[in-house]
T-cell receptor
Framework: NAGVTQTPKFQVLKTGQSMTLQCAQDMNHEYMSWYRQDPGMGLRLIHYSVGAGITDQGEVPNGYNVSRSTTEDFPLRLLSAAPSQTSVYFC?????????????FGEGSRLTVL | AQRVTQPEKLLSVFKGAPVELKCNYSYSGSPELFWYVQYSRQRLQLLLRHISRESIKGFTADLNKGETSFHLKKPFAQEEDSAMYYCALRDDMRFGAGTRLTVKP
């Protein structure tokens, strides 16, 4: 099992450009989520999904879109990148969102917006 | 509103000394709390969860509902414990700001 796979690992964008961060998991997890990690701010939840076709907003959803067409994939889209979106992004998945289930994380994607 | 507070951004101890990483939470219901750890060049991973009442790598954490705390403790720190530690709270897995622990030789 590869677990949670994120691509790309590194990306540099110019302000206003768009891009998609890919996330895939091969553990048949229903729950998937995206976090951003910033110094002094910890991990902040951007969007999450409890199953295919179902998504919801987290703490900091503005500027990001998601969709969940399959159980395996949960891409994160930046429609018009801003310098404030410079961060490290983590995708995570879990068997279900409650009951003490463990979150499994990807390796992270470091995004720089100039 | 849900909130997780880790008051110390940085914590430094000597090898063999006790260590306590603080976590306070705000939650109206019955909380589920976790500690996650990120070692250098490794993925974030679960360290322990309060419902398991387990000890992992010598670490323990007790839920204190009266003080709304879930502090992580280890009696004798090791150099390999140096890492970033995050406290997290259900329902939407809200994380604290993290504490970077450095264990000096």
């Amino acid at each position: 099992n590869a677990g949670v796979t994120q691509t790309p690992k590194f990306q540099v964008l110019k302000t206003g450009q768009s891009m998609t961060l890919q996330c895939a998991q091969d553990m048949n997890h229903e729950y998937m989520s995206w976090y951003r990690q910033d110094p002094g701010m910890g991990l902040r939840l951007i969007h999450y999904s409890v199953g295919a076709g179902i998504t919801d907003q987290g703490e900091v959803p503005n500027g990001y879109n998601v969709s969940r067409s399959t159980t395996e994939d949960f891409p994160l889209r930046l429609l018009s990148a801003a310098p404030s979106q410079t961060s490290v992004y983590f995708c995570a998945s879990s068997y279900y969102p409650s009951g003490g289930a463990e979150l499994f994380f990807g390796e992270g994607s470091r995004l720089t917006v100039l | 509103a849900q909130r997780v507070t880790q008051p110390e951004k940085l914590l430094s101890v000597f090898k063999g000394a006790p260590v306590e990483l603080k976590c306070n939470y705000s939650y109206s219901g019955s909380p589920e709390l976790f500690w996650y750890v990120q070692y250098s060049r490794q993925r974030l991973q679960l360290l322990l969860r309060h419902i398991s009442r387990e000890s992992i790598k010598g670490f323990t954490a007790d839920l204190n509902k009266g003080e709304t705390s879930f502090h992580l403790k280890k009696p004798f720190a090791q150099e390999e414990d140096s890492a970033m530690y995050y406290c997290a709270l259900r329902d939407d897995m809200r994380f604290g700001a993290g504490t970077r622990l450095t264990v000096k030789p």
